[in-house]
């Protein structure tokens, strides 16, 4: 049954007696709550979706910015961040112990240099 036709039904069951109108009034005051639906975020990477009143805080102001960022998508990039640098962290040991220590040095400092990289 749709909204609509739940509103109709109490009409009737009103007109008909069998309802008082407080309680039509109380039914119509809470389907018109749950028509008001939240306007909503989708994230455009994983289609993950929130209510578009939770926006960025800009640091600044301390308000939202409009903009919105997604918790999901958010720690999929930290878990690939932590396993890019646990994995030069893991080469450049092999190279040190093979006491390539000029390599294992420009590797790290590579790893370093990429911090952030894909978050553009
Ligand atoms: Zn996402």
Redesign the pocket.
Known sequence: MSMQQLKETMELLHKGGAVPLNVVEAVNDLLEKVGQQPELWE?P??G?TYDACHEDIDPATGEGNGNHT?P??ELIDVDREQDRLRKALGDALKLMDKKFYGMAHKNLVEALGQEGEGNQ
Do not use: S, V
Request: charged content about 0%; glycine content about 14%; proline content about 0%.
């Open positions: 994230c990477g994983c993950f997604c999901l998508c």
